[in-house]
């Protein structure tokens, strides 16, 4: 399985960005997906979540209403469009998919830990200049 993120560089604070995270190995519809970013100095940070069915999606707080999550099953394809960039959003941005079985609950819910994750991206770096 691998998972291969790109889109990230370097962008004015208020600028946009889309990150893109191609996967290969296993089908995204059945796999709940999350971006998660590790700032310079900082713990890792869980920023949005979909479920495999994509009913349901979580942001926290410090992105909501400038970011959005998506995936496009027949790419095999997850996103994160980003707007209204800040600088303390600079950070490196990993793409994470995450599987607990098949049943009507498990497709329509996300997961926030990082421990739920079993796949992820390698990375990709976000820079947001003031």
């Known amino acids: 399985v691998q998972l291969q993120a790109s889109g990230g560089g370097l962008v004015q604070a208020g600028g946009s960005l889309t990150l893109s995270c191609t996967v290969s190995?296993?089908?995204?519809?059945?796999?709940?997906i999350g971006w998660f970013r590790r700032a310079p100095g900082k713990e890792r940070q869980g920023i949005s979540f979909?479920?495999?069915?994509?009913?349901?999606?979580y942001y926290p707080d410090s992105v909501k209403g400038r970011f959005t999550i998506s995936k496009d099953n027949v790419r095999n394809t997850m996103y994160l469009q980003m707007s209204s960039l800040k600088p303390e959003d600079t950070a490196i941005y990993y793409c994470?998919?995450?599987?607990?079985?098949?049943?009507?609950?498990?497709?329509?819910?996300?997961?926030?830990?990082?421990?739920?994750?079993?796949?992820w991206g390698q990375g990709t770096q976000v820079t947001v200049s003031s």
């Open positions: 994470a998919t995450a599987h607990r079985g098949y049943g009507l609950y498990q497709y329509s819910t996300y997961y926030t830990d990082a421990a739920d994750y079993t796949y």
């Open positions: 190995g296993i089908f995204l519809e059945n796999w709940a």
């Open positions: 979909m479920s495999p069915n994509g009913g349901s999606v």
